[in-house]
């Protein structure tokens, strides 16, 4: 009994008397509770007072840092989110976000879940060694090879400028080059919990191997899926270092260096634009968040599980 | 080299669709044999192996026409390995990991190979190219302007964007009015057709080109000055923004003595191909070298040289200490809130994990560079709100706890969700069997739901210590490393390895590639060390769970 000292739900813990029992238990029940909502509260406040304050920058109509504060006192308006649209070339990297973040989170979760397949179903040599260069790979500090992928882009830019530098494709092809990673392993350790047998009837049925993973594996898999294509939508949008890099055109840019570029000289004066913009910027994730979400606990979870 | 590589790539997403479509329609399933072949997926492998052999023809062309043949070969022989991959019944495995891997080949294998290299010479600023550049660059730059030097009318052109992209110089000769355009690549002569020339002798249009206004190419001034265009006798410079000249070089190599020769001052620099310069007798050096093989030096030099281990160590301590501060702060406190929010009887945990999770779902390049300016001594929200007067970003720990609790703040929405999911796979009964033996609700989360939450979350917090050791992006879009010692501007108290060796590598006081990579190969070591260690410990812990 002593040890429930450091626990918030031993401050009721007395010794109980048998007939006392039941009314001590539902007043313990209530404590219980209302500390459990006392905890969600004060939580829901630590993770919304930045948020906030970012909401009361967009609807600043002075648009400063320096006037802006927890709560917009100087007025609302709509200010910002006009001269974001009609100052900067918002739009155009807005478009860039979604177009390099959606398609290279859908290409990369494919190609993630291919390979996984073939590492989790089929034996073959350099299995091992594969799984373990893949881990490998992914502890290199990536982006210090920058100066490499800047010399490899340069020439593709001479030779196929549609896949160059200042095109999303350029930098598509290089954001796939992570496709396979830490992905990888964890829907590895999806497939795993899979039944064998389930493959094993279809294949004795007469279906290829390429049914047995369009049809049997990938729809058991969704949940995985889900997770890794959200958690590589939200990498993509705020990768920032090579991006920057990589797209030096008003017009090309994404979210991440054009926003930065927003606020990276005129610190206080456009913080109101940048707020309106971050505001946006979470729209989309917020939104495939909403519609992955049934997936995403028990996904995240699962794969974390067998790692 | 880099060039071939990108020759396969836009091949390779073809035929990794290629079976999406070849599974879909439903195929007799009265083929009872082993791997029967479906029409439908025959032609559509046979449809995206074309789409293939026409992207690598596409890429071939400009290949061709810069006669680059061994990246033609890698091309060619990428393809026709692709073909016989999907049309063969052999290598099944292969046929799902080839995909992945030529991306992760050419765009991860590939550069992170060549910057390693990088480490055992000593590439950098002022040792770019070759010896033959270093001469060029040499004789170029000392060029001045010499009585009877031919003076031409400038305009300051671009091919890209006005404010960013590579200067170009449109030359217009004043006796033939002839217009060439020029660049650190030389001088080319353009046709009279397209370009309009203004009565002053001045291009005002160029096909291809944007010409620079007055204001745009006085805020590029400086890279004007700097541009030299290497001509046969010499270079052309600038003299203001509308006026360039064609100087003569006063400093020139000498094969005979292998040395660079000062026409003025007799001055001479013998070659050093230890250090890839220049030396002169009295040990000056000239600014423009050239690569080198420089061994382990780089290495020596992070482990002697006591201006760098000192720091090194110091930095080493802290970002152990800022890995493990942030991976177990977040995952503490996500999991108290996954214990608080875990109750049957709870109601509206699905409005809290809503609103919970939000910082998550924020973009956190943007609310990292909100939270510097909530942090912001003068006008920051932080200050205002308590009514202080910090200068958070100013002092060590003060940044350092500044860091940490912005940390907390992105990643804790994530831990709490994972700890949530992780707690509901756990099995009522086991909790209820301590229960039911009269355990206290304490001794049941120490001994039954902690163990076994551990063991369901460490490969993650593994992978989050690996990412926080790395996190680049924490450290350089808030304090960007400060505050910074007064005796030494390299390295800050929140300066991560990682940052320190991006300013190292990119930063004011000149480029150091080679050392830079040096530093990232030690970074990779413990990161893979660390985690070699962990994931050891945790996939025996594994065992017990499945």
Known sequence: ?????????????????????KGRRKSRWFRQVGWRHLVAVLAVAFSLFPILFVLSAALNPRGTLSSTDLVPTGGVSLENFANLFDRTAFAHWFVNSLLIAGLAAFLSIFLSAMAAYAFSRMRFSGRRVGLLSLLLIQMFPQFLAIVAIFLIFTTMTDLWPTIGFNTPWGLMLLYLGGALGVNTWLMKGFYDTLPRELDE???????????????????????????????????????????????????????????????????????????????????????????????????LTAGAVKG | MSTSLSGPEPATQAPGREPVRSGLPRKSR??????????????????????????????????????????????????????????????????????????????????????????????????????????VAIQSSSVKQVPGSTEYS?????????????????????????????????????????????????????????????????????EITDLVVPTSGGAIRSNGLSRAYEGKAIRAYDAGCDCVKDS??????????????????????????????VGLRNFNRVLTDPNISGPFFGTLVWNFAFAIG?????????????????????????????????????????????????????????????????DWFGETWSARAAVLLVQLWLGYPYMFLVATGALQAIPRELTEATSVDGASPWQTFRAVTLPLLLVALSPLLIASFAYNFNNFNAIYLTTEGGPFPADNPTVGATDLLITYTYRLAFGAQGAQFGFAAAISIFIFAIVATVSAISFRRTRKQEEVYS
Not at chain 1, 2 to 11: C, D, E, H, K, R
């Open chain 2, 326 to 390: 942030s991976t177990g702060l977040t995952f503490l406190l996500g999991m108290a809130i996954a214990l608080a929010l875990h109750s049957p009887r709870m109601k509206g945990t699905n409005l809290y994990r809503v609103l919970l999770i939000l910082p998550y779902a924020m973009p956190s390049f943007a609310m990292l560079l909100v939270w510097r300016d909530m942090f912001n001594t003068d006008f920051g929200l932080v200050n205002n709100l308590f009514g202080l007067g910090v």
């Open chain 2, 154 to 222: 400038l305009s300051i052109a671009t091919k890209g964007d006005p404010t960013a992209g590579p200067l170009v110089f449109l030359l217009t000769d004043p006796r033939t009015r002839e217009v060439s355009a020029g660049d650190a690549a030389g001088v080319r002569r353009l046709d009279a057709g397209q370009i309009t020339v203004s009565p002053t002798g001045k291009v005002t249009a160029a096909d291809g080109y944007t010409i620079l206004n007055f204001g745009q190419a006085s805020a590029r001034s400086p």
């Open chain 2, 30 to 135: 009265t083929a009872r044999n082993h791997a029967p072949i479906t029409a439908t997926g025959l032609v559509v492998k046979v449809v995206l192996l074309g789409l293939v052999a026409g992207i690598a023809i596409w890429a071939a062309f400009p290949l061709i026409e810069a006669e680059l043949w061994v990246g033609l070969a890698i091309l060619a022989v990428t393809t026709a390995g692709l073909c016989y991959l999907y049309l063969t019944r052999r290598h099944i495995p292969a046929k799902y990991l080839v995909p992945g891997t030529l991306f992760l080949i050419a765009f991860q294998v590939f550069p992170v190979l060549y910057t390693a290299s990088t480490a055992f010479t000593n590439f950098g600023d002022g040792h770019r190219g070759s010896k033959d550049d270093a001469i």
């Open chain 1, 1 to 21: 009994m002593t040890s429930l000292t450091g626990t918030p739900v031993a401050t009721g813990g007395a010794p109980a008397a048998n007939r006392n029992a």
């Open chain 1, 201 to 299: 009837s279809a294949t004795m049925d007469g279906a290829t191997h390429a049914q047995v993973f369009f049809r049997i594996m990938l729809p058991l898999v969704a949940p995985i899926l889900a997770v890794t294509a959200l958690l590589s939508f939200i990498g993509t949008i705020n990768e920032f270092l090579i991006a920057n890099v990589f797209l030096t055109n008003t017009e090309s840019k994404t979210l991440a260096v054009g926003m930065f570029g927003l606020v990276a000289g005129e610190r206080n004066n456009n913080f109101g634009m940048f707020a309106a913009g971050t505001l946006l910027t979470a729209v989309p994730t917020v939104l495939v968040f909403q519609l992955l979400q049934r997936y995403i606990v028990s996904g």
């Open chain 2, 264 to 293: 003025e001052t007799g001055k001479t620099w013998t070659a050093d191909e230890a250090t890839g310069s220049f030396v002169a007798a009295d040990g000056e050096r000239l600014a423009q070298g050239w690569q080198v093989n």
